[in-house]
Structure formats: C-alpha cells, structure tokens
C-alpha cells in the first residue's frame, strides 16, 4: 500500500479531471507533499474551460503551494508510443524527478511500469482517502465516476471495494 509520506507525484490529465469531479484534490495533496503537473496535462485540463472539473482546477491548483506546474520534460525515446501528450509528459517529468506518476490509461501504465516508475491512479488515491479518514466509502466516489463518464471496469470496481473493504 502507498505511504502517505510520499515525497512528490507527476499528476497526468485524466485522474486530475476525475478527482475535481468528486472535489477531491485535497485528498491528493494529503497524499503527497508536492503534485506536479507538467505544463500539457494542465492544458489538457482546460481545453474544455467550461466544464465543471476544469474550473474546479482553475480554482485549487493556483492557490495550492502543493501543486507545481512544471515545463515539460522533452522525452525524445518516448516519442515514438503512441501515448497522448500529457501521458507521455507526466512520465518524461516523472523519469526527471524520480517521482511517482498518477496515471489511469492502461497502455500508459505500461511503460511507466516498463521504465521502472512507481504509480498510482486515482483509485489509489481514494482508497488512501479513505484509510486516513477523508472519505467514509469509496462506492458513492465510483458510481459518481462512472456516472460523468470516466470508465472503469467492473473487475477494477470489485477489486477497488475489496481493497477498501466495501464488499
């Protein structure tokens, strides 16, 4: 399990999108002592400014001296993947720093698992909240991200409510 004495995560777009929805970018911060955020994730973030995650990070993230956001790293070997920008982002600043990365997308996963990197997604990152106490259950959280649209697996479901000891 994750030690919440965490030095620093390189935060990637999509789980930063996902813990605004559920306003859960405190639970991130207590996890970490610095979250940074490689300056493409935080446009991917806002590329719709109007949606709700998008402001909700507009008005943390600024305030916050726990979120950084870092120029991007440049990764030339990771060019060639064909992972999204921000993903291939996080990890380059990720491999920089000695960070852990928080990421969600399986195939990114992958080669950060593959390039020796620690990771965590946000699921992680509920169940964390949920073991010091910032949240009481993590199946209400689930459900609210399914319902906006974030995909998660029902294997991944069940393993996150057996984790959480929900089930």
């Not at 789980?15 to 859960?24: C, M, S």
């Not at 991007?72 to 720093?97: C, F, N």
């Not at 209400?140 to 649209?149: A, C, E, Q, V």
Request: proline share 5%; aromatic share 4%.
């Amino acid at each position: 399990m994750l030690a919440l004495d965490e030095a620093c995560v390189v935060a990637d777009t999509g789980p930063l999108l996902a813990l605004a929805r559920l306003d859960g970018l405190p639970w991130l911060a207590h996890a970490f002592n610095q979250v940074l955020i490689p300056e493409s994730v935080w446009a991917e973030t806002q590329f719709y400014p109007d949606r709700a995650d998008a402001e909700q990070l507009r008005s943390s993230i600024p305030s916050d001296p726990r979120f950084e956001i870092r120029a991007d790293v440049p990764a030339p070997t990771l060019d060639q993947l064909s992972l999204g920008l921000g993903e291939r982002s996080a990890i380059g600043l990720a491999l920089q720093t000695g960070a852990r990365v928080l990421l969600d997308d399986r195939d990114a996963r992958t080669v950060a698992r593959g390039l020796g990197l620690k990771l965590v997604g946000t699921l992680g990152v509920l169940l964390l909240a949920k073991r010091h106490g910032q949240v009481g259950q993590v199946a209400p959280l689930l459900r609210k991200l399914r319902d906006s649209g974030y995909f998660l697996s029902e294997a991944l479901i069940r393993e996150t409510l057996r984790a959480a000891g929900e089930t």
